[in-house]
């Protein structure tokens, strides 16, 4: 295990003497035609690009994504975003002991509590195909990457038992819309909360940087999704069709427009029930980490954020401090 100073603790203009998790790298060129490596490094708390103007071939050619690599520099800044200026780059060594799983972010929950938590929604499923279904999709084999893949790449939920913590906080939110409207089918729309990212256990490759599998770019999470509800469902006796269209309807359009991906849009209460709960989860989670980047500067705007296509303004204004103040996982 490292003993290093965090990325997102160290001030511009310090130094920078790291081993850090090579995310990116890319040659790119100038509009004066000089080609240039861009590189994303990062650790637990922070990613950040870097580039090399000169004398980067033999390095390019000597590392792939997901690597370790010592770099040694100081902390920059480029219109307004820090980055790292670099002095010098290399490969670590296998004799340095460090791996890449040393740099991947990690739920701050408890994995332990996580799973307790997801198996036991399992069995409060009442309805027999929709219960023996998840229990042939969640097996051990399964849950085992289930639990441990992010939610996302980059934007909302990515690191280490993302995807889990993301499900579980759908799941919730799921729940409580349930007790509100009674018309929604509880377990219809449970079920679809568990499944619609499914498919990131293969999209995803996590055991270096996060990046997209060959299968991930070719199919999507949510094909890969709906074919596992669909195969697996036909080792249930008697499981409805209509049950089973439902279930893949949730799953395709979960994403809420065609444009996002979904090949379908929301056409029932559970459908749109999920997209919208997915939605709030995401966004709140991006939009906090986001905001946490800037924590403690002067400036309460973050940079323009593409994805969320605004800035975010950090008002301060921190939650009334009591002892009842506790949230739904406390």
């Known amino acids: 295990m490292i003993n290093q100073k965090e990325l997102s603790q160290i001030e511009k203009g310090e130094k920078i003497d790291h081993y850090l998790l090579l995310k990116k790298c890319e040659i790119k060129i100038t509009k004066t035609n000089k080609q240039y490596l861009f590189l994303e490094l990062g650790d637990k ?14 390095f390019y050619k000597s590392v792939i994504p997901g690597d370790v690599v010592k770099v040694a520099g100081n902390m920059d800044e480029f219109q307004g975003t820090p980055q790292i200026k670099i002095i010098s780059i290399s490969k670590a060594k296998a004799a340095s002991g460090v791996s890449s799983e040393d740099f991947l972010p990690v739920s701050k929950r408890n994995i332990n509590e996580m799973e307790k938590e997801f198996y036991s929604r399992i069995e409060r499923i009442i309805n027999p195909h929709l219960k ?11 849950f085992k990457k289930y639990s441990k893949v992010p939610a996302g790449k980059a934007w909302h939920h990515s690191y280490i038992h993302g995807l889990l913590e993301h499900t579980l906080e759908i799941i919730k939110i799921c ?6 409207h009674g018309e929604i089918n509880r377990d219809l729309l449970v079920c679809g909360a568990m499944m619609h990212d499914f498919g990131k256990t293969e999209e995803l490759s996590f055991d270096g940087a996060f990046d997209y599998t060959d299968k991930g770019k070719l199919l999507g999470h949510i094909v890969i999704s709906a074919m ?4 697996e469902s036909k080792k249930i006796s008697g499981f409805p069709e209509e049950l089973k269209n439902c ?4 799953i395709l359009s979960h994403q809420g427009k065609l444009e996002y991906a979904s090949p379908v849009v929301p056409k029932t209460l559970e459908a749109i029930t999920l997209y919208q709960a997915d939605e709030l989860s ?25 994805l969320a296509a605004t800035d975010l303004y950090n008002h301060g ?3 009334d401090v009591n002892s009842d103040a506790k949230t739904l996982f406390d």
């Open 45 to 58: 708390s922070l990613t950040l690009g870097a580039n090399l103007w000169d004398n980067f071939e033999y």
């Open 132 to 142: 023996q279904l998840m229990k042939l999709i969640f097996n051990d084999e399964n």
């Open 175 to 180: 729940d409580l819309m349930c007790d509100i």
């Open 228 to 231: 596992y509800v669909n195969e």
């Open 247 to 250: 279930l893949l309807h949730i």
């Open 282 to 306: 995401a966004k709140v989670n991006a939009y906090k980490n986001a905001l946490s980047l800037g924590a403690g500067s002067e400036n309460k705007w973050t940079k323009y954020i593409s």
């Open 317 to 319: 204004l921190l939650p």
